[in-house]
T-cell receptor
C-alpha cells in the first residue's frame, strides 16, 4: 500500500539516550516534514526538506536533527533525549513543496515517551 | 505573532449539522486547510480554500473570508464516524503551515 511508513510506532526511552525515528515514503514526493503533536497544541514543525539533499529548520528544531540522503527516507534523530521530547511524532510528505493544494500525507505517528 | 484559534471541543447530535469556526492571524496567506484526525490516527486532508467563498465536498463544506481572517467547516447529516478532531491550518507567506490546536467533535446518538 502506497504511503508513508514510520517506525517505531511506540517507544519508551531513557533520558540521555539517542533515538532515531524512521520515515519512508513511496509516493516520490519532493517535500517531507517532521511534526510533533502535544495535547492542547497544534502540530509544530520540527524540520523539513523541500527536496533530497536539503533540509531546513521548523518552529521547534532544538534537540533534533534530520537528513535527506534520498527522496524516500527522512529520519529524525534525537541526539540526547529529554522528557520534554515526550510527544507523538508525525512524518508527512507533499508534492511541489506544498505549494500546490498544500495537501500533506501523514504517517501513522510514532509515540515517544522519554523517562 | 501568528495565531490560529478554534474551539477546543464541540458536541452535536447524529443527523444534525455542525459548524466549526477558525480565525487566524498570520504573516501572509497562501491558503487555508482543514484536516480530520480520528483519535490515535494520522490527520487526513479534508479541504483547501484560497479564495473567498464556499467549497462543497459531499457532506462537508468549507468557507473562507480572507478580509475577516475567518473560516468554517460545515458538516451535514452527522454520522457517528464523524467523531474526530478537526484541524485548521493556514499556509503563510513562506509557504509554511501554521496549525490550530484542533476542535474535538463529539457526536451523540
Amino acid at each position: 500500500i502506497a504511503g508513508i511508513t514510520q517506525a517505531p510506532t511506540s517507544q519508551i526511552l531513557a533520558a540521555g539516550r539517542r533515538m532515531t525515528l524512521r520515515c519512508t515514503q513511496d509516493m516520490r514526493h519532493n517535500a517531507m516534514y517532521w511534526y510533533r503533536q502535544d495535547l492542547g497544541l497544534g502540530l509544530r514543525l520540527i524540520h523539513y526538506s523541500n527536496t533530497a539533499g536539503t533540509t531546513g529548520k521548523g518552529e521547534v528544531p532544538d534537540g533534533y536533527s534530520v537528513s535527506r540522503a534520498n527522496t524516500d527516507d527522512f529520519p529524525l534523530t534525537l541526539a540526547s533525549a529529554v522528557p520534554s521530547q515526550t510527544s507523538v511524532y508525525f512524518c508527512a510528505s507533499s508534492d511541489s513543496s506544498g505549494r500546490a493544494t498544500g495537501e500533506l500525507f501523514f504517517g501513522e505517528g510514532s509515540r515517544l515517551t522519554v523517562l | 505573532g501568528q495565531n490560529i484559534d478554534q474551539p477546543t471541543e464541540m458536541t452535536a447530535t447524529e443527523g444534525a449539522i455542525v459548524q466549526i469556526n477558525c480565525t487566524y492571524q498570520t504573516s501572509g496567506f497562501n491558503g487555508l486547510f482543514w484536516y480530520q484526525q480520528h483519535a490515535g490516527e494520522a490527520p487526513t486532508f479534508l479541504s483547501y480554500n484560497v479564495l473567498d467563498g464556499l467549497e462543497e465536498k459531499g457532506r462537508f463544506s468549507s468557507f473562507l473570508s480572507r478580509s475577516k481572517g475567518y473560516s468554517y467547516l460545515l458538516l451535514k447529516e452527522l454520522q457517528m464516524k464523524d467523531s474526530a478532531s478537526y484541524l485548521c491550518a493556514v499556509m503563510d507567506s513562506n509557504y509554511q503551515l501554521i496549525w490550530g490546536a484542533g476542535t474535538k467533535l463529539i457526536i451523540k446518538p
